[in-house]
């Protein structure tokens, strides 16, 4: 996957720029990219700047040069966005006929070279196809939030989708410091939201049965295993807990316990208005002494921590800072 | 929860010293606590030697006090490794049988006023009861691994359990530099490691089917949202991710997503010899250039990089941090 060396696109186009498609923005034009901005709303000149402060001062914490920013244009139209781009990034909100007429616009418009990556969090590249002519150059590359932080990208193909267009896809994400994870097959919500909404779903039963308040379920991630996770996964995590006889060993020691009754909340809760008010009101008496602002640079400053001392070590999430520092080509 | 001033036992057993129960002697005696501790292996002296070289390396990392160790006797018997203890902490294999004749066991050796706390994962303090003449003092103390750096404990009471028992024993943990987590009400598996097996079902599905590997798996979680858990659990991210409009705009936006079809991989894959191959193969690909010690040492590194980053900022582990640099009473 580290074969082909880190590159950047000419220019990209910003399809859509709420909180994922600014950090996008961020990402992409702190490194250097000419971007042009396609968002019908008139908050997202806003959000475009309210993310990239955020960004700017996460990389100046990180050591991070963002001094060399490409431009940034705000086009009349999707069209105008799209006319240059060598890659398109569409973040327009998870519905299926939203994502539809915004990728056959956005294919009509974009160069003929040009890639099209979607942040869909959900849907595959084939469903996302239908109604998209020129669908081998259309990709599903998935960011997590913040944008500018975060490495990963799940990167996703459709059967129509040529090995050219991954490949060039992968090293332009490199090249702006992210992880890409070639999900080798497609399916609902691709890997890690499929891991959220386990974690989600359980969390809506505990909060509905009166087992755990909000905060209790967040502390009770932060203060044990999401520390494990931050830097080794479910099965590096697992392998040392099987000692010396490893994987193998752990399964035969733990394995059981998938047919426990534990399982058995499988089921969806329902999301009535009580409980709605429930975890509002919990998350409130939670969270609700900081306002979103702060909790971002609380966020940032403590991710800014970690991928320090993550890239000290060259582990994990750290590797990937490398091409930030590397002067932008 | 943080009313109650933080104190020490005059004297712990650890009775069961894999490495969960080595994790706590280690904890405990570095603390300063003089420990007994009871195990028929005849690795346990030296599983409990590994763990505290590791504990010792860490918490020196930390810039943590470990010249005032408490004592350490390897017991002929657990009652005589319980017999002088103010707590008892159980940490024997997770069957229901063997906990239950352990605990009936120290029921017996222990003084009147100790308090008995098992390391299980999956079962609740009423299940462990049945046998334990004086149930009173029984609860649950669920650690992570590794104990010696993962402030988490999750702390169960059965109906016969007294709130002095509870407190007391809360008092306790934080006096190690532990962050009880008084779970609210009893069920299988308490909190966290019902969002560790809602993970790992899902996981088993995914290499099962072959869409990721252990190593893609592992990579979705620590190159994305295993570095927010780390320091904001599931809530508190969402709530950012809501924008001003909170967590009742995060639910509106998003929570619909739980009747998706995302979640029809709910059942429980069977175990069969061809999956645990597959995944012990996969795993020794991902990490078998490195040996069990060496991930350890990996992991510590990485694990005492964060916590310092977090108490360097007051935030989430990083609190619990404060105890272990108090002069020991």
Chains 1, 2 share one sequence.
Request: glycine share 8%; proline share 5%; with cysteine.
């Amino acid at each position: 996957m580290s074969d082909d060396p880190a590159s950047l696109p000419s220019r990209a186009a910003i399809v859509g720029c709420g909180v994922i498609g600014a950090g996008w923005a961020s990402r992409l034009h702190l490194r250097g990219v000419d971007i042009s901005v396609s968002d019908p709303s008139p908050s997202a000149p806003e959000i475009f700047e309210e993310v990239t402060a955020n960004a700017v001062a996460a990389w100046d914490a990180l050591g991070v040069d963002t001094a060399r920013r490409g431009s940034v244009t705000f086009a009349a139209s999707l069209a105008e966005a799209c006319e240059q781009a060598e890659l398109v990034v569409e973040s327009v909100p998870e519905r299926l006929d939203i994502k539809h007429s915004t990728l056959a616009a956005i294919d009509a418009a974009a160069p003929e070279g040009a890639i099209i990556a979607s942040s869909t969090s959900g849907f595959t590249p084939s469903e996302l196809a239908e109604g998209v002519e020129r669908a081998e150059r259309l990709i599903v590359g998935h960011p997590f939030n913040p944008v500018y932080l975060l490495p990963l990208v799940e990167v996703v193909a459709s059967p129509a989708t040529t090995d050219e267009v991954i490949e060039r896809a992968k090293a332009w994400y490199r090249g702006i410091g992210m992880h890409p994870l070639h999900v080798r097959r497609e399916i609902p919500a691709h890997i890690a939201d499929r891991f959220l909404e386990a974690v989600w779903r359980e969390a809506l039963w505990l909060v509905n049965d009166g087992v755990a308040t909000t905060e209790e379920i967040d502390d009770a991630i932060r203060y044990g295993f999401g520390l494990r996770w931050a830097q080794m996964g479910l099965f590096e995590t697992y392998r040392i807990a099987g000692g010396v006889g490893g994987m193998r060993h752990f399964i035969a020691q733990f394995g059981e316990a998938l047919s426990w009754p534990w399982t058995k909340l499988m089921d969806t809760p329902e999301l009535t208005e009580e409980l709605i008010d429930t975890i509002a009101d919990q998350s409130d008496a939670q969270s609700g002494h900081h306002s979103i602002r702060e909790l971002e640079r609380i966020r940032d400053r403590n991710l800014v921590g970690f991928l320090k001392v993550l890239e000290e070590h060259n582990w994990g999430a750290g590797q990937s800072m490398q091409a930030l520092r590397d002067k932008a080509e």
